[in-house]
C-alpha cells in the first residue's frame, strides 16, 4: 500500500515537471518569435537584393520633378489605344496588371513590355475578399500573376501595387500589416499614388471631366514628384484621350515623366514594418 503510493507520488511529481517544463519551453519558444510558415513557400518569390537607393526628391538635392503616370487593371482592349497615345507624346509608363488570359489580352501584355514600360504587378484574380483573407492567400494569387506575366515577358517584375491601396479597408489591419511585411522583405516594392483621375466610377467621364478631376487632385502638390493613377478597362474608353492634355499640363509645370522602376522612391499609405 505504502509502496503504491509512494510511486504514484513521484508520478505525480515527474509528470508535474514535465507540463511545467513544456510549458516554459512554448513560452521561451513564442517569446524568441520564430519565423512564420508562408516565410517558406514560394522560395522562388523573391527579388534579387541590389543595392535599394531610392533616387527621389530628396530635400537636399535639386531634382527635376518626376510625374509616373500608372494604370491599374490591364491588360484591356482601351490598352492598344493608350500605347498609341504613349508613344505619341514619347513618354513611358508603368502598368500594374492583372491576370487576363485572353489571347488579345496575352499579346497587349507582350506588346508593353516590348515598347519599353514597365510592367508591375496588382493581382491575378483581382478578388479583394480572397486575396486579403489571409498572407498565405495573397502570396498565392501573387505568385500566380508573377509567374504568368514572366511566362509572357520573360521578366521578372520587381514593383507591385496592392488593390484598394496599402491602405484598403477589406483587409484586416493585422493581415495588411504582414501582408505588407513579408512581400518587403521578399524584396518587392509597393506603389501607392497621390493623384487620382476618377475614372473608374461608374460611367465613363469626357476627357475634359477627367482633366479637371486630375488638376484638382494635384492641386497644392505640384512641388513635388507625382504619381498618377487612372484605370485600364475596356469600359473606360475616354482615358487615353486626356493624356495628352495630363502631359502638356504637367511638363508646363516642369514635370518630367517618366516610368516606375524599383529605384525609384514609393508613395505608401501605410509604410511596411521592418
Ligand atoms: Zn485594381
Excluded at 41 to 66: C, H
Excluded at 129 to 140: F, G, N, R, T
Excluded at 171 to 184: L, Q
Aim: hydrophobic letters at 35%; glycine letters at 6%.
Amino acid at each position: 500500500m505504502y509502496r503504491t503510493i509512494r510511486i504514484s507520488r513521484r508520478l505525480f511529481v515527474t509528470t508535474a515537471a514535465v507540463f511545467v517544463l513544456s510549458l516554459l519551453l512554448s513560452f521561451v519558444s513564442a517569446s524568441i518569435r520564430l519565423p512564420k510558415g508562408y516565410t517558406r513557400l514560394y522560395p522562388g518569390l523573391y527579388v534579387s537584393a541590389e543595392e535599394d537607393e531610392k533616387q527621389g526628391d530628396t530635400p537636399d538635392t535639386v531634382q527635376i520633378k518626376k510625374a509616373y503616370l500608372t494604370f491599374d487593371d490591364g491588360p484591356s482592349g482601351v490598352t492598344p489605344r493608350i500605347l498609341d497615345v504613349l508613344d505619341e507624346l514619347g513618354v513611358k509608363a508603368t502598368f500594374f496588371v492583372i491576370g487576363r488570359n485572353s489571347e488579345a489580352d496575352v499579346e497587349t501584355l507582350r506588346r508593353i513590355h516590348e515598347e519599353g514600360h514597365t510592367i508591375g504587378l496588382h493581382s491575378y484574380s483581382h478578388e479583394y475578399q480572397k486575396i486579403y483573407h489571409s498572407v498565405e492567400d495573397y502570396l498565392a494569387d501573387f505568385h500566380a500573376l508573377e509567374q504568368w506575366v514572366f511566362e509572357i515577358t520573360g521578366e521578372r517584375a520587381e514593383i507591385f501595387r496592392f488593390p484598394g491601396g496599402s491602405n484598403n479597408s477589406t483587409a484586416k489591419k493585422s493581415v495588411m500589416t504582414a501582408i505588407a511585411a513579408e512581400m518587403t522583405r521578399r524584396g518587392y516594392t509597393y506603389y501607392d499614388w497621390n493623384v487620382i483621375a476618377h475614372d473608374d466610377k461608374k460611367a465613363a467621364y469626357s476627357p475634359e471631366v477627367l482633366f479637371q478631376n486630375v488638376k484638382a487632385s494635384a492641386k497644392g502638390k505640384l512641388d513635388r514628384d507625382l504619381i498618377l493613377l487612372f484605370h485600364d478597362n475596356a469600359t473606360r474608353k475616354t482615358t487615353p484621350d486626356v493624356l495628352p492634355q495630363v502631359v502638356e499640363y504637367f511638363r508646363e509645370n516642369g514635370y518630367e515623366f517618366d516610368q516606375i522602376t524599383s529605384d525609384t522612391r514609393p508613395i505608401q499609405f501605410q509604410k511596411p514594418k521592418k
